[in-house]
Every structure is written in structure tokens, then in C-alpha cells.
């Protein structure tokens, strides 16, 4: 009888952690969708502002620039007031952002716009993934995890065809104006479903800490842009250089400072380095290649309309979705360092594939193809974003929790930055000219398995034990 208790408690415990992390998840893919959501509709913007459309390009950069920059702050807040208390008013900012960016009629005004709304982005992603590992058992990590990692793999593929069809069926603000019923809904579940977490002991707040840290990711975020836009390679290093700079002067402030805007304590853990500095980052700058290079490949390397590469991408995304229900079995099956070691290869070989797709290949191979390399993309996430926080104690989620999304988005940044540098890198030892051809692609793609390749390495390091308590598996 006290067994029967027993289980039964524990499927109401696992029952609340799965819808926990849903909530949190739905609220991300919001603030991930809007991210890219706009690409598709930059011409239909400038003109509702009266501005070239390349010019609205700059709403999307703040917004990302914004989302990185403020996230350090996240964790100073979630501890002053709470985790659920600032993920719900996260939710309520970034709606009323929303309205405010669908209603603007200048350029200016849009720009502001975004950037307090990628602000209140900010505070969702490391708060709320600090709310689902603190009400998520060791058992129950996986699980958790593998809810939350789907919106980073979906949104950028699903956002410009989202937009594009909201944008042609009818006007771009509603973009932003559909952002609103999802919060609503989103904040009642919060506050009906989540449970408050008691609030951390307070730190004093770290202003200069977080001055050097703001300086730090704005230049390095702006510098990845403009290397992304084949911008002057001057000016992106530039900036690169002035980021490491204040990058050293914020660590250094940080090993000095008895209460710093963000910890960096976690990054002792072995597993959470592995997860977030070398292979983790690593394996995200490779992965993100892809959702930026495949749809110029479909349309400047083999001449298909935006309408075909859209759909192409839609196999992408239904391959990092058909994975979601399979990455808990096959991690608690084989183990982390298995699964990161083996998969990480099988990533790396799926993105040498996708340089030798021709113009002979039919569409249905490609659509296989594609669907292929997102279920191992997906594993991969999956299980490196677990396996960061396995050995992460309850005290600590909080600041490593921030320390890991900023990292997170500088590497998806840095994934963006890399697929434009190789191209453009290959364009000028092949002398191709200004558009890319096939030949320039495929060696793209060969250049990105290659740093799937390093990544995987750097994680032959793990002992097979790593994370065994939470995959339950004997080998890690």
C-alpha cells in the first residue's frame, strides 16, 4: 500500500515537472520565433516606415543584441523577487512589447521596441529554465530538458515561413499582435500550475559588473552580426577585439567581486564546462550553420523558389521533432558520453551530406535527408543541454542557469557568423564572385562537419560515468 502511495505520488510529481516544463517552453518558442520571425517581411516593414528594407534589418539585430545583453541581469532579479514571479512578469513585458512593436510607425520607434522587448526575452529563458530545474527531480531531468530544447531548434527554422505567410495573407503587425493571446494564455498556466520558489539569499546589485558584462556581449553580439552580413571585416573584428577586451576585464572584475552579476562558480563543475564552454559551444556554432546555409543553398545553389526551400526546411524542423519522444529512451539505453561521442560524429557526417546535394537530387532525397539530420541535431541538443546541469547542485541552478543561455546565445549568434564567414572565406580563395556557387556550399558544409568533429573530440575527455544518476544508465 505504501509502495502504491509511493508511485502514485511520483506520477503526480513527474505529471507537474512535464507541464512545468511545457509552459516554460511555450513561452520560449515565443521569444525564440520573434528572433527571425521578421526576415521574411523586412520589405513590407520599410514600407510601412518609408525606409529601404534592409535598413529594418536593425530590429532584428537590438532585438538579439538586447536578448544577450540583459540576460546576466535575469539572474540578479530571479533572486531579488523570485523565479516565478520574474518569469511571469517576463511574459507580461514581452506582450506588452508586442503591442508596442506592432503599433510603431517609425523606424526609431520600432527599434526601441525591439530592444525592450528582446529585455523582457531576457528574463524568460534563464528564469524559466531555472523554474523547471528546480521543480524537476534528478529522474525527471531528461525529460524536462528535452521539452525545453525543441523551441531552439524549431523557432529559426519555422520563423521566416510564419512570417511570410502572416506578412502575404495579411499585415506584418500581426506578428506581434498573435504574440498576445499566447502570453495570456501562458501567464494564467504560469501562475496556476507553477509553484513559487523560495527566493535565494539577496545580493547586492553589481553595477560594474554588469556595465563590463552588457559592453562585453553587445560588442561581441554586433560583431557576429556584421560578420553574418559580410559587413567590413574590420569593423566586425574590431568590435570582436574590443568584446575579448572587456571580456578579461569582466572576468577579471568577476574572480574579485564577492557578489557578481553573474557566477561563474559553475563553470568549475566538470560536465557543466564540457556542456557550455568546449564541446557544448562547439557543437551549437556547427549545428546553427545549417538553418542559415540550407535555404540559400536551395535558393542561390540550386535556383528553387523561397515557397520549395521553405517547405525543404519543414522536414528539418519535423526531424527535430520526431526525436523529441525518443532522446529520453535512447540516452537512458546508452548513456551521456555515448550518445554525445557517437551522435556527435553521426552530426558531423549529416552535415557533409548536405554538401553534396545537386540540382539532380530529387526533392523527396533532400526532404529524407534533411529530416535525418534533424533527428540527431535534436539528440545532440538534447543531451549536451541535460548533461550540462546533471552535476549542478539546487543552489547554484540559478546562476548557472544564466551563465549557460549566455552562452547559448552567443553561440547560436557565433553559428550564424561562421556559416557567412566560410562562404564568404570560400568565395574569395575560389574567386566565385559575389553570390556563391554549388562548389562554394558543399565545401561550406565539409568546414562546418569539421567543427561537429572538434566538438566531438573535446567530449572524449567525459568519464563514462558522467550524468549516470540521471540517465540511469551504467555507462553515463
Not at 522587448?117 to 529563458?125: E, I
Amino acid at each position: 500500500m505504501v509502495a502504491q502511495h509511493a508511485f502514485r505520488r511520483c506520477l503526480v510529481l513527474s505529471s507537474g515537472a512535464r507541464l512545468t516544463s511545457l509552459i516554460v517552453a511555450s513561452a520560449f518558442f515565443m521569444e525564440q520565433l520573434d528572433g527571425s520571425v521578421i526576415a521574411t517581411s523586412l520589405p513590407q516593414i520599410g514600407a510601412s516606415f518609408g525606409v529601404h528594407a534592409v535598413d529594418v534589418a536593425i530590429g532584428m539585430t537590438s532585438y538579439l543584441v538586447a536578448l544577450a545583453a540583459f540576460i546576466p541581469l535575469s539572474g540578479w532579479i530571479s533572486d531579488r523577487i523570485g523565479a516565478r514571479t520574474t518569469f511571469c512578469t517576463a511574459i507580461v513585458l514581452f506582450a506588452l512589447t508586442s503591442i508596442a512593436c506592432g503599433l510603431c510607425t517609425s523606424l526609431t520607434a520600432f527599434v526601441v521596441t525591439r530592444i525592450l522587448q528582446g529585455a523582457a526575452g531576457a528574463l524568460m529563458v534563464p528564469v524559466g529554465r531555472t523554474v523547471v530545474l528546480r521543480s524537476s527531480s534528478k529522474q525527471e531531468l531528461l525529460a524536462a530538458i528535452s521539452n525545453l530544447t525543441w523551441p531552439g531548434l524549431i523557432a529559426p527554422v519555422l520563423g521566416p515561413p510564419i512570417g511570410g505567410f502572416i506578412t502575404t495573407y495579411s499585415s506584418w503587425r500581426w506578428i506581434f499582435f498573435l504574440n498576445v493571446p499566447i502570453a495570456i494564455a501562458g501567464l494564467v498556466l504560469a501562475l496556476t500550475f507553477i509553484r513559487a520558489i523560495p527566493v535565494a539569499e539577496r545580493r547586492p546589485f553589481d553595477s560594474a559588473g554588469f556595465v563590463l558584462m552588457t559592453t562585453t556581449l553587445v560588442a561581441i553580439m554586433f560583431g557576429l552580426d556584421l560578420l553574418a552580413r559580410g559587413e567590413p571585416l574590420a569593423e566586425s573584428l574590431g568590435l570582436l577585439a574590443l568584446g575579448c577586451i572587456f571580456a578579461a576585464l569582466t572576468w577579471r572584475h568577476v574572480r574579485r567581486s564577492p557578489a557578481p552579476i553573474m557566477s561563474f562558480a559553475a563553470a568549475g563543475i566538470p560536465t557543466f564546462a564540457a556542456a557550455t564552454f568546449r564541446g557544448g559551444s562547439f557543437f551549437r556554432v556547427a549545428i546553427q550553420t545549417a538553418p542559415f546555409m540550407l535555404p540559400l543553398l536551395f535558393q542561390i545553389g540550386l535556383g528553387k523558389s523561397a515557397f520549395s526551400s521553405g517547405l525543404l526546411m519543414l522536414a528539418y524542423a519535423a526531424g527535430n521533432l520526431g526525436m523529441k519522444t525518443l532522446t529520453t529512451p535512447i540516452v537512458r539505453r546508452f548513456g551521456f558520453r555515448r550518445i554525445v561521442v557517437t551522435n556527435g560524429f553521426i552530426v558531423a557526417f549529416s552535415l557533409a551530406m548536405c554538401g553534396i546535394i545537386t540540382q539532380a537530387m530529387p526533392d523527396a532525397v533532400i526532404a529524407l535527408l534533411l529530416f535525418a539530420s534533424g533527428l540527431c541535431r535534436s539528440l545532440q541538443f538534447t543531451t549536451v543541454n541535460t548533461l550540462g546541469f546533471v552535476d549542478v547542485p539546487q543552489p547554484m541552478m540559478s546562476s548557472a542557469s544564466t551563465l549557460s543561455s549566455t552562452f547559448t546565445q552567443l553561440a547560436q549568434a557565433g553559428g550564424i557568423a561562421a556559416g557567412a564567414l566560410i562562404l564568404h572565406g570560400v568565395e574569395t580563395v575560389r574567386g566565385s564572385g559575389p553570390t556563391p556557387g554549388l562548389t562554394d556550399f558543399h565545401i561550406a558544409f565539409l568546414a562546418s562537419a569539421a567543427i561537429a568533429v572538434a566538438a566531438t573530440i573535446t567530449m572524449l575527455s567525459l568519464p563514462r560515468s558522467a550524468g549516470a544518476d540521471v540517465s540511469g544508465s551504467a555507462t553515463g
